[in-house]
């Protein structure tokens, strides 16, 4: 057992351990009719003999037995003189233990050792690299596995295990018809797929913790990852078919490091992504394994292919080659853990793209990390963007500003944020829609209003009777400065003056209720000491150029529903109240462009109030 490589290690000395520790003799020995007969004859005298196999049971009979089956009622017919009193020999009525068929497996498999070739086959395959089980197999299968392999060759019958968790219904009870909480698992596969199953039961929790299934968090584990990665690889083929890209003769493939940025980094994120994944199915590490392709599929959609969209609309052959060879990579990843999906799309992408692949993807080479291709700090710096990105949405969402309405500025004070390029800080502005990004110091007052109570629950814990002086002296200290000492150095000494005497107390941010109140006219959010305020005023500049997304996004979104293809050219007619028509017509240009319009043309006569915009439109195809 010390030599095992246990999945948990927990079992090793725990459950598994304790078991063996505290063994008992085990009665191999069974009441049944059906089973392996107990090769044990006996006479009335109580003489008994163990037979080891039908050759040499042949010999005792006289009579050549090796053909007859070796079962009950069979095996029962044979009788022989006992070699001490010449009484008849008569086989025992008891069968083996079932569990001693599943541990003899190894080589009983084979016909070990009596069958030609079967010795060659034992010593290639035993011991097993892996086994599978759930958790009641420690005093099952992997106990009988262990004891035989051990007992008949000094070594165990595996080198590593994987100890599975039990299935629970979702409200997390023991699946049983009593209860009528079964989920059989072709119906389920039937209605989620049987990708969708086994990346659930791979991906969305450990393997050997115990797993609630249900309908929602099958359908949940899709919708954020599946079915985003599927909808990765419908963009990537309806752009590819839209500029006649062909990764074998296109112009796109240039050397990483004359790539734009956002090529190199999501270049650097899947060589990670694959050093971390072979890591993680290297430990028996599904759940780790499954997360981090998540994050690279939410990376690759939600951040590569959403900065780059112009450069896809443009036919960027840089752009298609960079998705086409991140994806590629991506499915070989993930074809372990969802090998339908992941074959279909080998077969309708990269066999079509290059008919030189292999077959199937399951005969292809599992990708290797090329490490030369990892920027750690394009890494870093571009993983900072994306939290910013996040605060500023916070901050919009705490406002109520859409995120369509440009805004002036916003202030930014983070770790690490002026090293970022100013590539890289335009990412952030386009995503917030803010025209100028500055650091936070600009302001040159606090944007925040901050307020301190007391947390007595804390404090009382830490210091007692003394806990109402505590809380006047907080209350009495500059809460912004206070605040500000603790976010900076986690802790902050007070001189608290008690009746015996000047006393220090140590407090932390635990110990303090605070309440920040952004200043009027601007939005703040923080996190783990990054920042982000909006400026929320609004000039009739900024709020034209607001109605213009608006209208932008509305005919995008009308292109849509009459099934317009991406590379349609069209003639917009169009209708809107005063202040929306004065920004429409200050940018007929920009909106064109936009949404691929040849021409743009005012109906004066029509109108529209079914939209917040009061916006009429018709669309005609060239």
Same mark, same amino acid.
């Given at each position: 057992n010390e030599n095992t490589d246990w999945?948990?290690?927990?079992?090793?000395?725990?459950?598994?351990?304790d078991w063996l520790n505290n063994n008992i003799d085990w009665a191999v020995s069974r009441n049944r009719y059906w089973g392996t007969?107990?090769?044990?004859?006996?006479c009335a005298s109580d003489h008994e003999i163990c037979i080891g196999s039908l050759k040499e049971l042949s010999v005792l009979v006289g009579?050549?037995?090796?053909?007859?089956?070796?079962?009950?009622?069979?095996?029962?017919?044979?009788?022989?003189?006992?070699?001490?009193?010449?009484?008849?020999?008569?086989?025992?009525?008891?069968?083996?233990?079932?569990?001693?068929d599943s541990g003899a497996m190894p080589f009983a498999q084979w016909g070990y050792p009596h069958k030609p070739g079967s010795i060659e086959k034992f010593n290639e395959a035993y011991p097993a690299d892996f086994i599978c089980e759930a958790i009641d197999q420690t005093r099952g299968w992997f106990y009988t596995l262990m004891t035989i392999g051990t007992l008949v060759f000094d070594k165990s019958s595996y080198k590593t295990v994987l100890c599975l968790g039990h299935i629970l219904d979702k409200d997390g009870r023991k699946m049983s018809k009593h209860l009528g909480n079964v989920l059989e698992p072709m119906a389920l596969m039937d209605q989620h797929g049987?990708?969708?199953?086994?990346?659930?039961? %791979?991906?969305?929790?450990s393997p050997w913790s115990a797993r609630r299934v249900g309908h929602s968090a099958i359908s949940d584990v899709v919708r954020k990852t599946l079915l985003t990665y599927w909808n990765t690889v419908s963009f990537l083929s309806l752009y590819a078919r839209a500029s006649n890209f062909n990764p074998l003769t296109s112009t796109g493939q240039v050397d990483i490091s004359n790539r734009p940025l956002m090529d190199r980094w999501i270049i650097s994120e899947l060589n990670q992504l694959i050093d971390s994944v072979d890591a993680a199915l290297t430990n028996f590490d599904s759940q780790e394994a499954g997360e981090i392709l998540g994050k690279f599929i939410d990376d690759l959609s939600n951040w590569y292919v959403r900065r780059s969209r112009r450069r896809f609309w443009d036919g960027d052959e840089v752009a298609l080659n960079t998705l086409y060879y991140c994806l590629k990579n991506l499915t070989l990843?993930?074809?372990?853990?969802?090998?339908?999906?992941?074959?279909?799309?080998?077969?309708n992408l990269i066999k079509v793209a290059q008919s030189d692949q292999v077959e199937s993807i399951h005969l292809a080479n599992f990708p290797t990390a090329n490490k030369s291709m990892i920027d750690e700090n394009l890494s870093a710096a571009v993983a900072l963007s994306r939290r910013l990105v996040e605060l500023g949405r916070s901050a919009r969402a705490e406002s109520g500003v859409k995120i369509r309405q440009p805004l002036s500025r916003a202030l930014v004070s983070a770790p690490g944020w002026e090293k970022l390029s100013v590539e890289i800080k335009s990412h952030i502005a386009e995503e917030l829609n803010i025209l100028k990004l500055d650091d936070i110091h600009v302001a040159g007052t606090d944007l925040v209003d901050i307020s301190v109570k007391a947390n007595f629950r804390t404090l009382g814990e830490k210091f007692g009777a003394d806990v109402q002086t505590i809380a006047k002296t907080i209350a009495a200290t500059d809460?912004?400065?206070?605040?500000?000492?603790?976010?900076?150095?986690?802790?902050?000494?007070?001189?608290?003056? %008690?009746?015996s005497g000047e006393k220090s107390a140590q407090i932390t941010l635990n110990d303090l209720i605070i309440t920040e109140t952004p200043r009027s006219g601007w939005s703040v959010a923080s996190h783990a000491g990054e920042n982000l305020a909006l400026d929320l005023t609004l000039t009739p500049e900024l709020i034209n150029a607001g109605l213009v997304r608006e209208v932008i996004r509305a005919i995008q979104e009308e292109?849509?529903?009459?099934?317009?293809?991406?590379?349609?050219?069209?003639?917009?007619?169009?209708?809107?109240?005063?202040?929306?028509?004065?920004?429409?017509?200050?940018?007929i240009?920009?909106?064109?462009?936009?949404?691929?319009?040849?021409?743009?043309v005012q109906v004066k006569s029509e109108s529209n109030k079914s939209n917040e915009l009061g916006l009429w439109l018709n669309l005609v195809k060239n």
């Amino acid at each position: 057992n010390e030599n095992t490589d246990w999945h948990p290690e927990t079992i090793k000395t725990g459950r598994y351990g304790d078991w063996l520790n505290n063994n008992i003799d085990w009665a191999v020995s069974r009441n049944r009719y059906w089973g392996t007969p107990l090769p044990i004859w006996r006479c009335a005298s109580d003489h008994e003999i163990c037979i080891g196999s039908l050759k040499e049971l042949s010999v005792l009979v006289g009579d050549d037995v090796t053909a007859i089956d070796p079962h009950r009622p069979f095996v029962d017919d044979i009788k022989f003189p006992c070699a001490e009193c010449s009484e008849t020999m008569v086989r025992v009525p008891e069968v083996i233990d079932c569990w001693y068929d599943s541990g003899a497996m190894p080589f009983a498999q084979w016909g070990y050792p009596h069958k030609p070739g079967s010795i060659e086959k034992f010593n290639e395959a035993y011991p097993a690299d892996f086994i599978c089980e759930a958790i009641d197999q420690t005093r099952g299968w992997f106990y009988t596995l262990m004891t035989i392999g051990t007992l008949v060759f000094d070594k165990s019958s595996y080198k590593t295990v994987l100890c599975l968790g039990h299935i629970l219904d979702k409200d997390g009870r023991k699946m049983s018809k009593h209860l009528g909480n079964v989920l059989e698992p072709m119906a389920l596969m039937d209605q989620h797929g049987a990708d969708a199953v086994r990346w659930y039961m %791979l991906a969305d929790g450990s393997p050997w913790s115990a797993r609630r299934v249900g309908h929602s968090a099958i359908s949940d584990v899709v919708r954020k990852t599946l079915l985003t990665y599927w909808n990765t690889v419908s963009f990537l083929s309806l752009y590819a078919r839209a500029s006649n890209f062909n990764p074998l003769t296109s112009t796109g493939q240039v050397d990483i490091s004359n790539r734009p940025l956002m090529d190199r980094w999501i270049i650097s994120e899947l060589n990670q992504l694959i050093d971390s994944v072979d890591a993680a199915l290297t430990n028996f590490d599904s759940q780790e394994a499954g997360e981090i392709l998540g994050k690279f599929i939410d990376d690759l959609s939600n951040w590569y292919v959403r900065r780059s969209r112009r450069r896809f609309w443009d036919g960027d052959e840089v752009a298609l080659n960079t998705l086409y060879y991140c994806l590629k990579n991506l499915t070989l990843l993930l074809a372990p853990m969802v090998p339908f999906i992941s074959e279909h799309v080998w077969q309708n992408l990269i066999k079509v793209a290059q008919s030189d692949q292999v077959e199937s993807i399951h005969l292809a080479n599992f990708p290797t990390a090329n490490k030369s291709m990892i920027d750690e700090n394009l890494s870093a710096a571009v993983a900072l963007s994306r939290r910013l990105v996040e605060l500023g949405r916070s901050a919009r969402a705490e406002s109520g500003v859409k995120i369509r309405q440009p805004l002036s500025r916003a202030l930014v004070s983070a770790p690490g944020w002026e090293k970022l390029s100013v590539e890289i800080k335009s990412h952030i502005a386009e995503e917030l829609n803010i025209l100028k990004l500055d650091d936070i110091h600009v302001a040159g007052t606090d944007l925040v209003d901050i307020s301190v109570k007391a947390n007595f629950r804390t404090l009382g814990e830490k210091f007692g009777a003394d806990v109402q002086t505590i809380a006047k002296t907080i209350a009495a200290t500059d809460h912004g400065a206070l605040v500000k000492d603790l976010r900076k150095n986690t802790a902050h000494t007070l001189a608290v003056n %008690l009746s015996s005497g000047e006393k220090s107390a140590q407090i932390t941010l635990n110990d303090l209720i605070i309440t920040e109140t952004p200043r009027s006219g601007w939005s703040v959010a923080s996190h783990a000491g990054e920042n982000l305020a909006l400026d929320l005023t609004l000039t009739p500049e900024l709020i034209n150029a607001g109605l213009v997304r608006e209208v932008i996004r509305a005919i995008q979104e009308e292109r849509k529903n009459i099934g317009l293809d991406i590379s349609d050219r069209i003639t917009v007619k169009w209708n809107a109240p005063e202040s929306t028509s004065n920004a429409i017509s200050a940018a007929i240009e920009e909106i064109s462009a936009e949404v691929l319009a040849t021409t743009m043309v005012q109906v004066k006569s029509e109108s529209n109030k079914s939209n917040e915009l009061g916006l009429w439109l018709n669309l005609v195809k060239n």
